[in-house]
């Protein structure tokens, strides 16, 4: 009898002599996956929280050399001072209606150039992310140039033209327009990203069925897009509930208290009165940590995954008569929100005279000298805070998206426990109200034995530290829509999970990774308040810079002529990464 | 594309204008605009200014090795115009960081209890924060060559010579002179009440600072708490920091508004259409208050700063500059136009330690009540 060899014609895949039998292959035991993320993290921002905790209810400011734990609870009477109620609802209407007009804003921008055949969609998708080339307090200085009651550009041009008219942006209407329409493109990058990904198989089979566009998008797109709207309501609505700068140069001149401006002048008091401070932070903590837990319940139960690896293209939707409309909505939302600001910022650099009475004025020789640019351009701060300014934008962003990506993939994609810590903790930073996240990091790095106070390094680590949120919102949308489908099977295919991730869900996420780089490096720029209390004579940054010219020095003029130098480095910073981006995405 | 060219033309464009732009230099070369240079000013031995002798030998050749690092809560404009004069007449390079001070307060206490206070020089605005200051270790004793003369002064030495008063601050009144001709302006302090200013003004709330709660005291004592109350009902739009306040002045937001000489006279000089007014009931006085931290007790520049603020082209820069001088026997400096009081008139209301410490929370208070207004 011969025996033949059997050659297997199918069969489990070879295993490689190499490779150890897979039940006694190491694994990183699962309950301590998250453990080093979850110990940077906590280190960045719990450490300076923990700070203003415990000045909550100390007596006397934790301060290096003055470390003593004496609890208290007697800082707890500020809630019986008058003004603070209605600082509260105050800053909670500006917070709802600013998110609810940011949404409107980025969300019909988003849908539009997502899903829709509107005209100059480039044009279009660049006017949803221009205004975050102006930070939001540049904005503020420019409404106030533009609309305050008795000498604002506008009024002046109405005057000008016989309307009796008078705007006045110092109130609430005027607080919620600026804020509602700079924060619009937080909603619009997290709102294009989720709709240009999503599958159309289901609107299609929508559109079989007989539904109308209407109402397909009513039962199947919105409720698809529900991760998107629902992060960036989450993230619009704590920005704007703990905006510090928008609500000094807006809310107060009309006498509006918002919970920051009165945490503000609480600490600015002579003697300054950090403690009560602290417990109100501790309140907006709370509040906000309550508004996140809810939100990943709500979205904990659904499924949403849109995004696969086919490689179909989103559902393109005709506007039909909507189209010019639709258009002309986003032209008038560019002149609001970059076209009047900027006009605004730079007549008020280049006018020699402060005070003007009509437009005539600008007629008369010498009215006008371009020169304070040349002067703003030249000086040595304006060198060395752009410089400062771009190495720790670029360093904050690079190291927060991979922070970002590293804590999403781990909350969103695995079991360890200890995700839903690791989620809670990197969203902490949005409650606590920059300007006492910033004490907090002040002391922190001055009691660090690592010598980071003073140099640039601090102000990076500050960053990072202050925009987790962003940064993980920005990924989470996004992972929770990836399938993991694809990781897993190559997984199962006999590659690592490294680079399973590295090779598939990184690519399908590269959208949504290039929005968050972008996101951080627009907030870096932006970033005032954390740094307020960090920097020192030769770590000027140029959005302190601006701030001290106009808050501190009175110095409209050259506040007003470096902002728009600002916005045009901004501009050209943002061009990089989209333009890499967008290579990325074809 | 299309972007890279706009980006391009705009550098273009920028380096045109920073070309043709400005003959001017960098912050507070206006100096001379306030004063001009003195004519004597002597480094053949050491520093010797007009007669005065300001360091010797050593301590000049030392001095010009190192900047001095100054922390300021003094105004923005008076401290670029200050740093660049004393860098103008001796010759020494200065630093300076200017933040309110309270914020500076804080600042300055948490960088010396970690051992790492960057400021050779700190000056602040509120005498109950320089006391908590000294009583921290932050300021040491030093003694400048006229040490022995302010000494035997009020007000003028403090805490064994830790601290001492570079000049006064004072509070005034101010109009825009664009909008108001001289006969519509107000002229004293209780023409402030006149129905006619109703929401035309502006002030800064008394919290803010050593020098507002100054004038809330100097309002009580002078005309008593109703006239608190009778400057609250005309509703003023109320600021938190007099640059904002002078701001708005110049802008014609306000058409006249309390706040401090100094500052604001910078901005006038600058071009903003304010007058000031210095009225016949008085005007209120604070303290700028200044001492070495244990870091500038070794450096010579920071001794020189200190010996220049203290001699008479100091004090004379300051008088000019709107502020009072600490030194009684400098020769009377106008203001430009204006003239204030000197420290020993009955028109200078000063605010002292003592008072600041007996009387702050109940004042600010006081004002809060009048004014309506939380925090």
Excluded at chain 2, 196 to 204: A, D, F, R, S, Y
Excluded at chain 2, 272 to 288: K, T
Aim: charged share 15%; net charge neutral; hydrophobic share 45%.
């Amino acid at each position: 009898m011969t025996t033949l060899e059997k050659r297997p014609t199918e069969g489990p895949p070879a295993r490689p002599p190499d490779q150890p039998p897979r039940r006694r292959r190491w694994r990183r035991p699962r309950k301590l996956a998250s453990l080093p993320l979850l110990v940077l993290v906590s280190f960045l921002i719990l450490v300076p929280a923990a700070f203003v905790l415990l000045t909550a209810f100390n007596n006397g400011i934790p301060r290096p050399g003055n470390f003593a734990v004496d609890l208290t609870l007697e800082h707890l009477a500020v809630f019986t001072e008058p003004g603070v109620l209605e600082a509260t609802l105050n800053s909670l209407l500006i917070g709802i209606s600013a998110t609810l007009l940011a949404l409107l804003i980025g969300g019909t921008l988003a849908f539009v150039t997502a899903r829709t055949n509107i005209p100059a969609k480039g044009f279009v998708f660049l006017i949803g992310l221009m205004p975050l080339f102006l930070p939001s307090y540049v904005g503020a200085l420019a409404w106030s140039m533009l609309a305050s009651p008795g000498a604002g550009l506008i009024n002046i041009g109405l005057r000008d033209l016989g309307i009796g008219a008078t705007l006045d942006i110092y109130s609430m209407a005027g607080v919620v327009g600026v804020l509602g329409m700079f924060y619009a493109p937080y909603a619009f990058l997290l709102l294009h990203s989720s709709m240009s990904m999503m599958n159309p198989d289901l609107e299609d089979a929508a559109g079989v069925h007989g539904g109308s566009t209407w109402r397909m998008l009513r039962n199947v797109t919105l409720p698809l897009a529900l991760p998107a709207v629902l992060g960036s309501a989450l993230l619009v609505f704590t920005h704007v509930f703990e905006n510090f700068p928008v609500a000094q140069v807006l809310a107060t001149p009309g006498q509006i208290d918002t919970l920051p401006t009165f945490i503000y002048r609480l600490m600015n008091a002579s003697p300054s009165r950090g403690n009560e401070s602290a417990v109100l932070a501790v309140v907006l903590v709370i509040v906000v940590l309550l508004v996140t837990v809810g939100q990943r319940r709500i979205l904990a139960r659904r499924s949403f995954t849109t995004v696969s690896g086919k490689g179909l293209k989103a559902r393109r939707i005709s506007l039909g008569r909507w189209r010019l409309p639709l258009f002309g909505f986003a032209l008038v939302y560019l002149l609001l929100s970059i076209i009047l600001p900027l006009i605004a910022l730079v007549l008020t650099a280049v006018r020699t005279s402060p005070y003007m009475t009509s437009f005539a004025d600008l007629a008369e020789p010498g009215a006008l000298d371009f020169g304070a640019f040349g002067q703003v351009l030249s000086s040595g701060l304006f060198l060395d805070a752009t410089k400062n300014s771009v190495l720790v934008a670029v360093s904050a962003a690079a190291l927060g998206t991979v922070l970002a990506f590293l804590v999403g993939y781990t909350v969103y994609r695995t079991r360890t426990a200890g995700r839903g810590l690791l989620e809670g903790i990197s969203m902490v930073p949005l409650a606590i109200p920059a300007i006492v996240l910033g004490m907090g990091l002040l002391w922190t790095w001055l009691i660090m034995p690592v010598p980071l106070y003073g140099t640039l390094g601090v102000l990076v680590i500050a960053f990072v530290a202050v925009q987790m949120p962003q940064g993980l919102r920005g990924i989470a949308a996004s992972i929770q829509a990836t399938e993991r489908d694809l990781e897993d099977n190559a997984v199962l295919h006999g590659a690592r999970r490294s680079r399973a991730i590295f090779a598939i869900t990184l690519p399908l996420m590269r959208v949504s990774i290039a929005s968050t780089f972008l996101i951080l490096l627009m907030l870096s720029m932006r970033e005032l308040t954390v740094p307020l209390f960090l920097y020192t004579s030769d770590t000027q940054i140029l959005s302190i810079a601006i701030f001290d010219q106009f808050e501190n020095g009175g110095a409209l003029q050259e506040a007003a002529a470096m902002s728009v130098i600002y916005c045009l480095i901004m501009l050209v910073l943002s061009y990089l990464p989209r333009r890499f981006g967008g290579q990325l995405g074809n | 594309m299309r972007t890279k060219a706009a980006a391009l033309t705009m550098s273009v464009l920028l380096a045109a204008t920073a070309a043709c732009g400005g003959g001017h230099a960098d912050d507070g070369a206006g100096h001379e605009q306030v004063l001009a240079m003195p004519d004597d000013i002597d480094t053949s031995d050491g520093l010797t200014i007009e007669g005065e002798r300001i360091a010797d030998d050593d301590l000049y050749e030392a001095a010009k090795k190192d900047p001095v690092v100054l922390y300021s809560g003094s105004g923005q404009k008076s401290e670029d115009l200050t740093t660049a004069r004393f860098t103008a007449e001796t010759g020494i390079d200065i630093q300076l960081m200017r933040m309110p001070t309270s914020k500076l307060s804080e600042r300055v206490l948490s960088e010396h209890g970690a051992n790492q206070l960057q400021a050779d020089v700190v000056r602040v605005t509120d005498p109950i924060v320089a006391q908590r200051l000294s009583d921290a270790g932050v300021y040491v004793p030093y003694r400048s060559p006229t040490y022995d003369e302010l000494a035997g002064k009020d007000n003028a030495v403090f805490d064994g010579g830790r601290y001492l008063t570079s000049y006064y601050s004072v509070y005034t009144f101010a109009y825009n002179s664009a909008m108001l001709a001289p006969e519509e302006a107000p002229k004293t302090w209780r023409d402030l009440l006149d129905p006619t200013w109703e929401k035309e003004l502006g002030v800064v709330h008394a919290g803010a600072g050593g020098t507002v709660t100054a004038l809330a005291a100097f309002h009580i004592d002078r005309f008593g708490v109703n006239y608190l109350r009778r400057l609250g009902e005309q509703s003023p739009r109320i600021f938190d920091t007099t640059s904002v306040q002078i701001e708005a002045l110049a802008r014609g937001e306000i058409s006249a508004a309390t706040l401090g000489f100094n500052s604001t006279y910078g901005a006038k000089i600058e071009g903003a259409p304010i007058e000031l007014v210095v009225p016949d009931e008085g005007v209120s006085g604070s303290f700028n208050l200044m001492g070495l931290t244990p870091g500038g007790a070794h450096s010579a520049a920071a001794k020189v700063f200190v010996n220049w603020t203290m001699s008479k082209s100091g004090q004379k820069f300051a008088a000019a500059q709107g502020f009072v001088p600490a030194r009684t026997d400098t020769p009377k400096t106008p203001t430009g136009k204006y003239q204030l009081p000197s420290a020993d008139s009955d028109k200078f209301h000063l605010f002292t330690p003592e008072d600041a410490e007996k009387r702050s929370g109940s004042t600010v208070r006081a004002w809060n009540d009048a004014f309506e207004f939380t925090g």
